[in-house]
């Protein structure tokens, strides 16, 4: 498990409206083409430099291409990740902080004191 990667997911589509629209509509397609295309770029790097063993759990893969923010929580990627990119993909489908309300009552139905380490 790679709470950095999960991380670094989030922050890149995050980033990038396009990115942000493509992970809405085509959530399993993204992740696969992610992990392929951008896992292992070194981010702020000139383009040559790659890595070449980062890849997602079975379980991040599935939380990231159901868009489920409470199994990315519990499994450390960072709350303020989930929320702003989540945010650009639904908040659109809802009232005023509508969402922002949702995602937290759901986080909250799942996760007690002490809340899962997000340190990286």
Known sequence: MSKYLLNK?????????????RYR??????????????????LNCAVAEKSTWL????????????QDHVALFGLGAHPFLTLTLFI????RDHDPLEYQKAYG?????????P?????T
Not at 34 to 39: G, P, R, T, V
Not at 55 to 60: I, K, L, N, R, V
Not at 105 to 113: A, E, G, I
């Open 9 to 21: 997911f989030l922050y890149t589509i995050d980033r990038d409206p396009e990115l942000v629209e």
């Open 25 to 42: 509509e085509d959530p399993a397609g993204t992740v696969a083409w992610w992990e392929q295309e951008m896992a292992n770029e070194i």
């Open 55 to 66: 890849a997602f759990t079975d379980d991040e893969r599935k939380a990231l291409r159901e």
């Open 88 to 91: 650009a993909m639904f908040e």
């Open 105 to 113: 009552r759901v986080l909250q139905q799942h996760y007690t004191l």
């Open 115 to 119: 809340y899962p380490d997000i340190a």
